[in-house]
């Protein structure tokens, strides 16, 4: 597995990371618990999850509890108040086992807390890394505008935004902005929200751009090994590839 830097967080970050959303929906063989560890053995260490997804956040913090020292470990808050923010992570923290988390998100589509804000909520954030309850900042969003204000403020450490080979070409920009900026992308919805099926190419997509981290969502060890062999594997990209890709684009846009 190859790592690379997160951005201002400075962490070396598996190329594959493992979104926790759809762990709720895992059971049997396919428990979350032996799909979590089945991903930490294969290398990735990027483990991603949401206080929205309560259920989820303790699957993740279950399965991560004997090696929590050795990941990378994000949740995320919708909250909209500094208190109600402040009662997540407490609560998540609790949920996770764990006292400070690697990356804490807030998820937003209508404002950026700035630090002269009324409403204190990056005043909250730098008092989380203070005290070291959330070791960086980031901001999730769909929200265009929203993102490239977060990544040219310099205010943030990481920004989460959707991207895949589906995604508008204006989405590249928020890529080059944030190396621009030395601040992590990592690319939410991979498969373009369930409307992209063919795996290969959605993965070879995306690992062209050596600094995009995908979160791809797992929910069986089936799923988590064609992702593992799409890495060992990427596809060729070559004008074949290339093709596929604009047509399928074209299909969708």
Same mark, same amino acid.
């Given at each position: 597995?190859?790592?690379?830097?997160?951005?201002?967080?400075n962490?070396?970050?598996?190329?594959v990371?493992?979104?926790a959303?759809?762990?709720?929906?895992?059971?049997?063989e396919? /428990?979350?618990?032996?799909i979590?560890?089945k991903?930490?053995?294969?290398?990735?260490n990027f483990? %991603?999850?949401s206080?929205?997804?309560?259920e989820t956040?303790k699957?993740?913090? %279950?399965?991560?509890?004997?090696?929590?020292?050795?990941?990378?470990?994000?949740?995320a808050?919708?909250?909209?108040?500094?208190?109600?923010?402040k009662?997540?992570l407490?609560?998540s923290?609790?949920t996770l086992?764990c006292?400070?988390?690697?990356?804490y998100?807030?998820?937003?589509?209508?404002?950026?807390?700035?630090? %002269?804000?009324?409403?204190?909520?990056?005043k909250?954030?730098m008092?989380?890394k203070?005290?070291n309850?959330?070791?960086?900042?980031?901001?999730?969003?769909?929200?265009?505008?929203?993102?490239?204000k977060?990544?040219?403020? %310099?205010?943030?450490?990481t920004i989460q935004?959707?991207?895949?080979?589906v995604s508008?070409d204006?989405?590249?920009?928020?890529?080059k902005?944030c190396?621009?900026?030395?601040?992590?992308?990592?690319?939410?919805?991979?498969?373009?929200?369930?409307i992209i099926? /063919?795996?290969?190419?959605?993965?070879?997509?995306?690992h062209?751009?050596?600094?995009?981290?995908?979160?791809w969502g797992i929910?069986?060890?089936?799923?988590?090994e064609q992702?593992?062999?799409f890495?060992?594997?990427?596809?060729v990209?070559?004008e074949?590839?290339?093709?596929?890709?604009e047509?399928?684009? /074209?299909?969708?846009?």
């Amino acid at each position: 597995m190859d790592y690379i830097r997160l951005g201002k967080t400075n962490a070396l970050i598996s190329r594959v990371a493992f979104g926790a959303m759809r762990l709720l929906d895992s059971e049997g063989e396919n /428990n979350a618990g032996a799909i979590v560890r089945k991903a930490y053995d294969a290398g990735i260490n990027f483990f %991603d999850t949401s206080r929205k997804t309560p259920e989820t956040e303790k699957l993740l913090g %279950d399965a991560l509890y004997d090696i929590r020292k050795n990941v990378f470990l994000s949740t995320a808050t919708a909250s909209t108040s500094a208190e109600e923010i402040k009662e997540d992570l407490e609560t998540s923290l609790m949920t996770l086992h764990c006292d400070t988390v690697d990356l804490y998100q807030f998820e937003t589509e209508e404002f950026l807390p700035l630090p %002269d804000g009324e409403d204190g909520i990056y005043k909250l954030f730098m008092n989380f890394k203070a005290e070291n309850k959330a070791k960086s900042i980031g901001i999730v969003t769909t929200n265009f505008d929203l993102a490239k204000k977060a990544v040219e403020s %310099d205010l943030y450490d990481t920004i989460q935004f959707p991207f895949s080979m589906v995604s508008p070409d204006e989405s590249v920009e928020i890529v080059k902005l944030c190396e621009e900026h030395d601040v992590g992308f990592i690319a939410m919805q991979p498969l373009g929200g369930g409307i992209i099926q /063919n795996i290969p190419l959605a993965f070879g997509f995306l690992h062209q751009y050596e600094s995009v981290i995908p979160i791809w969502g797992i929910q069986t060890q089936e799923e988590l090994e064609q992702i593992l062999y799409f890495y060992e594997h990427p596809p060729v990209i070559d004008e074949k590839f290339n093709q596929d890709v604009e047509r399928i684009r /074209n299909f969708f846009n």
